[in-house]
């Protein structure tokens, strides 16, 4: 996650069933959010290594969320 402009902090919670991992970020509006992660669907030299160094990351995991919150 290094080199990104947004992220705030991240936090990782390994209690329960599912590795949680907190990323807080700050953008201006939703749309601003949804539009940071067209980055992630180019087949970029960046992508390729970030999904290479997430290989199997995920494998022992059945369940996660997605949670967005507002704050003010």
Do not use: C, H, P
């Amino acid at each position: 996650m290094a080199g990104n402009n947004e992220l705030v902090n991240i936090m990782t919670d390994m209690t329960g069933q599912y590795n949680r991992v907190v990323m807080v970020s700050q953008f201006e509006n939703l749309a601003a959010y949804e539009q940071s992660w067209e980055k992630y669907k180019e087949d970029s030299e960046a992508m390729k290594k970030m999904t290479e160094a997430m290989k199997g990351y995920q494998d022992m995991y059945l369940t996660g969320s997605r949670e967005i919150y507002q704050t003010w």
